[in-house]
């Protein structure tokens, strides 16, 4: 697939990002891929660059880009390594609700912009952390996003007043939450509470349940299942293809 590199202005510095489309002419559909607690790196130029031959553009931002020029982690012992473990948590904790709320909106208007996207408003998927953005920003830029996926997403429902759940009433977007079984970061009381809310606010949605642990559909995670992965790309372009014109 094509790959453009290229940079974005947001509110707060210079974000770089890749941007995917299929061959030929385009427009497509725009989408935003917003990464787990790895950040941006191979492994998600692969699944950016396979999502973009089911006949969408899409763009993968470097969400750290606040941490200047940060070193890559590697996912098979991130967490296990005590000193990379406290980086990894450090870095994921950059990414506020506010600041990736101003970046979405710089992403957006640059997907707008493009010759190669067409529409005004978008899909977003993400894994882990993007999992949680992309419930987020289905709630925070409704007016902007159509379609939202998530995958081992963590997060989405807590006792915050900026948790994602809360947020349902003001969604105009298709939603769709892929959970891991035994995790503890999206429990089975979590997508109650979520199915509850998104039930009561009208917002179409899904929520299911993977039979593989958090972090199945990274092929770099030490979880990941061939099978949920599978899954999960059918999961996300039939949402993507029901909600994206």
Not at 138 to 160: I, K, N, T, W
Request: some cysteine; charged content about 20%; glycine content about 10%.
């Amino acid at each position: 697939m094509p790959k453009i590199t290229d940079s974005v202005i947001t509110a707060d510095g210079t974000c770089p990002v890749s941007l995917f489309t299929p061959d030929g002419a385009g427009p497509w559909p725009g989408v935003v891929m917003f990464p787990d607690a790895g950040g941006m790196r191979d492994t998600f130029d692969q699944m950016a660059a396979k999502l973009a031959g089911f006949g969408y553009a899409v763009l993968l931002p470097d969400v750290y880009y606040r941490e200047g020029d940060w070193a890559p982690f590697d996912m098979a012992t991130a967490f296990g390594d005590p000193k990379e473990r406290a980086r990894i948590m450090f870095m994921l904790g950059t990414v506020t609700p506010d600041r990736i709320t101003r970046d979405a909106t710089a992403l957006f208007d640059y997907l707008a912009g493009r010759p190669e996207v067409r529409g005004e408003r978008f899909g977003v998927c993400g894994y882990c952390m993007g999992g949680r953005i992309s419930v987020l920003l289905a709630g925070r830029l409704p007016e902007r996003v159509a379609a939202a996926a998530s995958f081992h997403g963590g997060g989405l429902v807590s006792d915050h007043t900026d948790s994602p759940h809360l947020l349902a009433d003001k969604m105009n977007a298709l939603v769709y939450v892929g959970g891991a079984e035994k995790d503890a970061s999206f429990t089975a009381d979590h997508a109650e509470q979520l199915e509850k809310a998104l039930t009561a606010a009208g917002v179409r949605h899904t929520i299911e349940w993977y039979q593989a642990g958090h972090g199945f559909a990274v092929p770099d995670n030490p979880p990941y299942d061939v099978a949920a992965d599978e899954r999960h790309w059918a999961a996300m372009t039939e949402t993507f293809a029901a909600a994206l014109a």
